[in-house]
């Protein structure tokens, strides 16, 4: 018990000391900044040397580009305005707490955050949180947008430090991103990048959408008890020693009045009338939802549109349960004014993601993220290692890289054409290389302020928190990023020894 305790109380200072160096760093946004001139200098300086790699498979070449040349400030000046418009965070995150600042301002969600904690068991709540963030994953950015918030109020609501419900939220959509009980819409732009990259090789091999999926499963339950596991013992005792610096937002619970029950009731019957409509539109293959000339479901409307009919539900929600409850008038002052008012909070985070947008921007434009990435490529490629090993070494250059290149699918279409015919003629599937990348790719998502959503976690962290840097993130999510990426490594040697299929007809071998 003793050497427990001891091992529990030196990790937290590491955790600490880690949190106390980064947060020398400038705030979020000023840090953006900083990054943006420095990247400057450095592409100024890479294009000089004449720095330049060909693509693998391909014959183009791609040299470094100066952001203080003549080209570079042209393009600075003329696409400022696009990249911070365009930047991926921006549009869906405002448009989901639209609807959500409605069903918060009308009090649902206050409501269901209650009747949820006083019915879930609270040795589930973490786990039930990692593992609904890893099911999110479905929903594309959705997760990052509704359940992150939603976790650190549910965890505010039980008396639980909410910051630890933002971490284990964070860390099931993030860096649980490849494993999932369903197949996405991630699953089909993988499987064709390899199918594309093995037909270098092997022109009639052909990966399908499929290929992962028992392993994804698999490592649903994996992911969702580690997760949970990493919050209990280490990632709330370190922010239980410093919760005198959080915000106090822990309120009792409020009688459960008629009202608001009759306001669920209503709630459960537009959720019934919502549901019943999207499937009656996505369902047949004439639904209103699909598209003629591409009519797969997870191609549909209803998934790439996701965001905002999660918008469009939480407001109808919000306003039915107002209305029902006697907190909205007849009006809708209330509901147009709980839009201003969610909208008022967000100056804060638009700011982040303006200089934010610009630097990553700044980093493709520039090419240096991908000459880094060919680079690691190369250097796995002169590697001489058992399939099995490289394999793993594969894992974590996919995760090394994603520190700096954000795309998934991009990454995978410069990796996939190296990777996968060099360990397809080694006896090693593209299926198996694939969920090799999926896993170095995902695990490192919560540790990189490259990772586009990373700013939206810190802007919802702050409530909490006023003087949150990304210093305390990075030190809350540091624990999950590595006991994610070797728990899900040793399932995968695991996997690879058995020999168990990765998915329906694909296995570790071609």
Known sequence: ???????????????????????????????????????????????????????????????????????????????????FTGFAPVGPVLV?????????????????????????????????????????????DAGY????????????????????????????????????????PVDAILAGISTEAVALVASEYEVGIAGNYYFTAASTLLLSLVGAWVTERWVLPHLAAEQS?????????????????LGLWAVAGWTLVFAALLLWATLPEWGLLRYPEDPAVLNSALIQGIIVLIAFYAAVAGWVFGRVSGRFGRGGRELVGAMESTMGTMAGYLVLMFFAAQFVNYFAWSQLGTLLAVAGAEGLRGLALPSS??????????????????????????????FVPMLFLLGISPEATQVAYRIGDSSTNIITPL????????????????????????????PYSIAFLFSWSALLLLWFMLGWPLGPGAGMAP
């Not at 973490?126 to 929903?139: D, E, K, P, R």
């Not at 650190?152 to 490849?178: D, E, K, N, T, W």
């Not at 699918?409 to 990796?415: C, E, I, P, T």
Request: aromatic fraction near 8%; include cysteine.
């Open 1 to 83: 018990m003793n050497e427990s305790v001891e091992s529990s109380g030196r990790g937290m200072r590491w955790l600490s000391g880690l949190e106390r160096l980064g947060n020398r760093l400038p705030s979020p946004a000023l840090l953006f900044l900083w990054l943006c001139l420095a990247l400057m200098l450095i592409s100024a300086l890479c294009a000089g040397l004449g720095l330049q790699a060909r693509l693998p498979g391909q014959d183009e070449t791609i040299a470094a580009r100066s952001l203080l040349s003549g080209e570079g400030l042209r393009w600075i000046l003329t696409h400022t305005v696009d990249n």
């Open 96 to 140: 989901a707490m639209l609807g959500l600042g409605v069903a918060e301002h009308s009090g649902l969600l206050r409501v269901l955050l209650e009747r949820l904690v006083m019915r879930t068991p609270r040795a589930l709540l973490t786990w039930m949180v990692v593992f609904a963030g890893i099911l999110s994953n479905i929903a594309l």
């Open 145 to 184: 947008v509704v359940l992150i918030p939603l976790a650190g109020m549910l965890f505010a609501a039980a008396g639980r430090p909410p910051l630890a419900g933002i971490a284990a939220a964070f860390a099931g959509v993030s860096a649980g991103y490849s494993a999932n009980l369903l197949l996405g």
């Open 245 to 261: 610096l959080d915000k106090v937002h822990r309120e009792s619970f409020a009688e459960f009045s008629r009202a608001d029950r």
């Open 389 to 418: 090993l490289l394999l793993v070494v594969f894992v974590f250059v996919a995760a090394f890289i994603n520190l700096f290149v954000g795309s998934a699918s991009a990454k995978w279409g410069l990796l996939a054409p190296v």
């Open 451 to 478: 990772m586009p959503y990373f700013g939206v976690v810190v802007a919802f962290a702050q409530r909490y928190r006023d003087n949150l840097g990304i210093g305390t993130l990075i030190a809350m999510m540091l």
